[in-house]
């Protein structure tokens, strides 16, 4: 029997999918599936390819879904052509466009394919436009990529990127969303704490 994809969500031809069983496939912005089956823990995408953002080695546009190097994969987000995602292990990895320090290796280097961020115990991870955010689970809250308008939280305001992770003030944050389109004004939003607004054209 063969099982109807389900996509929930708006969504655009660069956003990825995981693969969560034969057949089925999950809108990973939208929820965070439980994998299940042979093809559990592997990410897959397809569609425009640009600055690498389909992760496969190449920056060549797919009309059908390519496994993405790597197994384990529990979660993921997508940016503006670029993407994070967490492994069961608690690492996480960055590939695409890097215009901004997104991939937070410590340069501007396009990644094709994914490449580890610096330190461990991640346990949840958002993609800005141009920009990310992650938590560990001492409940401290990171961040790098583009900072236009503050949206890194790191008490400066303008083009000031951060290519590694910097560490917002704080502590005890518990969960983190940020947006890469889809409405008129973007927050990113942490246990209610606005770190960062910008409109429809410089979101967050």
């Known amino acids: 029997m063969t099982t109807a994809n389900v996509k929930t969500g708006v969504w655009t031809i660069e956003n990825t999918y995981l693969k ?5 496939w999950t809108y990973s912005a939208d929820d965070t599936p439980a994998p299940s089956g042979p093809q559990a823990g592997t990410l897959w995408a397809w569609g425009k390819s640009s600055d690498g953002a389909l992760g496969d080695s190449t920056a060549i546009p797919k009309s059908s879904p390519v496994q ?3 197994t ?3 979660e993921m987000s997508t940016g503006c052509k670029h993407n994070i995602a967490r ?11 890097n215009g901004y320090g997104q991939t937070g290796v410590g340069d501007t280097s396009q990644r094709s394919s994914p490449i580890q961020v610096p330190g461990t115990s ?3 991870v958002s993609a800005g436009e141009n920009s990310n955010f992650a938590l560990k689970s001492d409940n ?3 961040a790098w990529g583009s900072n236009r308008y503050g949206r890194l939280g790191t008490n400066s305001y303008g083009y000031s990127p951060k290519s590694s992770p910097f560490q917002i003030p704080g502590t005890n944050w518990v969960s ?3 947006s890469a389109g889809g409405v008129a004004f973007a927050d990113s939003i942490v246990t209610g704490k606005q770190i960062g607004r910008a409109s429809c054209r410089e979101r967050v």
């Open 20 to 24: 969560i069983n034969a057949g089925v």
């Open 68 to 70: 993405i190097p790597g």
């Open 72 to 74: 384990q994969w529990v």
């Open 87 to 97: 492994k069961s292990d608690c690492t996480i990895w960055t590939w695409g466009n």
């Open 122 to 124: 991640w346990t949840c």
């Open 140 to 142: 401290t809250l990171w």
């Open 176 to 178: 983190v969303s940020s």
